[in-house]
């Protein structure tokens, strides 16, 4: 009993700390919750009078970037630590958003006329991207409507602040360090003035969302202006968009992917989820798309099941892994390719998502988790979330143990690994 009243009150005095400290942070005064890189720095403290300090320390890096005093100086006049920023970097949601509810969020019916006015008002812009760097509309209009909305809403949080104010609690190691001394070599360069340079509470910037680095790398005055402007310019946008997924090895001519349907009898397998092969292998096996037209039968490509082999399956190529290098997420680059092909015309999927399919939790998750590595599969991070780490260790479990590889994580799956000793 005295062992159970103890855990009971370090359990009620943990509650109220956790209470107390969510209380502080609200009121911006303390308490951010750093990320285990900053955890590892005791000394950071998210004062003022040491941010000051931290940014004063900056100047030599900027300065050998060529950034002016000039414009170091401005971009910093009346900048202070925001705690919402960090916030917002280290908050995560306690509950785990279905796959299907992500893509059908994504791909919403509003979203995709907003999309087709977009495509309509900015054609030629993006024909002659297609033409100069051989990325399909359809895909650069997908990254578009999900990254801003197709330009509704660009951020607004000072871009200059957000990036020092995550680099100071070394959020990510140097990461954001490194973004915003490319913030600075942007300002440096002229082409935004740091007054008007928003962004997202990470830093990414204009239509498409653009991180500092990448802006240098891959922005482009489309518009044949004398600055880069991917913030008001569409076509600068659209340009830069499709310059950077040429850059990340987008092949021509070959699509992202497409929704496929699966013979009753097929033989799955792990490696068709992990390795590509040839479309004309999957044709012989009896695949054949949605709709029941055949393959191309040029390329090669690999499965996704995301949700069962009840629910929509599909084939992508090396063009789907050139969007994950936009946003490595799997749904992102699947409602990335699903609402660009809906915007052009394209129906959606055949098959239904099951939606009623009651998914796991994040807690359930985590512990799925750490049974598989306990197996000895590779799960990735114990995180609670289902990314293409668990999936893959799923895939494993599955192909060893005579079930369908399909790689879903079910309740079903869950309560089997559970039940083992």
Partial sequence: MARIRCESRIRLFRGAFALLRAFIVALGLFGVAFSASAANNKSARPSQATFREFVD?????????????????????????????????????????????????????????????????????????????????????????????????????????????LAYVRFQGDYFRDELLSAFVILEEGDIDSSVMRGSWAGAMGQTQFMPSSYLSYAVAFQRHDRRDVWTSEADAIGSTANYLAKHGWTKGLPWGFEVRLPAKFALTAADSSSPAPFSSFAARGVVKADGSSLPESGEGRLLILAGLHGPVFLVTSNFDVIKTYNNSTAYALSVGLLGDAVTGSPGPVAQWPVHDRPLTATQIQRLQVKLEKMGYDVGKVDGKIGDALRSAVCAYQERNGLAPDGYASQALFSRVSALR
Avoid: H
Avoid at 91 to 117: C, H, K, L, N, T
Avoid at 146 to 155: A, C, H, N, W
């Fill in 57 to 165: 320390a900056l100047w030599p890096a900027a300065e050998e970037r060529g950034v002016s005093r000039a414009i170091f100086d401005k971009a910093f006049a009346s900048v202070t630590f925001d705690p919402k920023v960090v916030a917002s970097a280290e908050s995560q949601p306690e509950f785990v958003r279905p796959i299907w509810d992500y893509v059908m969020s994504a791909v919403s019916a509003d979203r995709i006329e907003r999309g087709r006015d977009s495509a309509r008002s900015e054609s030629l812009w993006l024909a002659r991207a297609k033409d100069i760097y051989g990325v399909d509309d359809a895909v650069i209009l997908g990254v578009w409507g999900l990254e801003t909305d197709f330009g509704g809403f660009v951020g607004s949080n000072n871009v200059i602040r957000a990036l020092a104010s």
